[in-house]
């Protein structure tokens, strides 16, 4: 692949937890401006991949390099300030902090040059809050304690603060776990508004309608492995992500739902 067009290139990533290989000698792209969704069984080593990109966890062996520079053994907030930003599969936030502070903690500390600590927020980490509450669309919402919201609030919330750090990669880990479909399909619409702003998107999801509508592609892990990557409309003919993932029910629901929104 042409390298101006790789966002994010991971090199034989491996990692181990004692004998375990949680993700095993794994390379994939994921490309400028695209959303690569990724998918698999409870423990197929996804949100280990997160924490291997992310640095909270690093590799134990292999290469990750995000827009050429080399990441794979940088310090999460290195990694944060070099463009990298990501949410996590249970809620994270400062509950007794406003919606608002939550975000500019993030707009702060996100970026290397945030000024004197203890001193006002720049007027850039200003800018970068509000920005980040009206996309994911909490601005109504900037005063309430953190604590007090309801669940699809509190997944908002987390992606502010991520967003605010005005990421080049954002990595999204269970969006709409425990969401109904009416609130799946809010979480849905943050994402594009996201997506259409250029930013490249690595979305964790089993809900296969949220992870199917969105993605560019799709990488399917099992044991640490990819078993496929390609199309969203590529799954349900595939015998493997079948057998050992989606199961011939879930299979047959996600091709009439592939019909249905077929262009
Ligand atoms: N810190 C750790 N120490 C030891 N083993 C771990 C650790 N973190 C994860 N694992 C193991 O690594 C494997 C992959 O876990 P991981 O959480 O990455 O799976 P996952 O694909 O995100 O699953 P889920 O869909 O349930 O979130 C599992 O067997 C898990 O028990
Ligand atoms: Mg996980």
Known sequence: MDGSDALL???GVTKRFGSLAAVKDLSFTARRGEILGIGGPNGAGKTT????????NPAT???VRL???????AAPEAICH???????????CFDSLTVRENVQVGALFGRAARGLPGLRPSPEAEEATEAALALVGLEGKAGLVAGALPVLDRKLLMLAG??????KLLLMDEPVGGLTH????QMMAAVRRIKAQGVTIILIEHVMRFLVALSDRVMILHH???????PPAGLVADRTVVDVYLGEGASARLAALLRETAP
């Open 9 to 11: 290139v991971c090199d």
């Open 49 to 56: 991949l997160f924490d291997v990109l992310s640095g909270l």
């Open 61 to 63: 062996s292999g290469r």
């Open 67 to 73: 827009d050429g520079q080399e990441i794979t053994r």
């Open 82 to 92: 070099a463009g990298l930003a990501r949410t996590f599969q249970l809620n994270a």
């Open 162 to 167: 991520a967003m605010a750090t005005r990421p």
């Open 182 to 185: 009416a609130e799946t399909d």
């Open 224 to 230: 640490g492995e990819r078993i496929y990557e390609g």
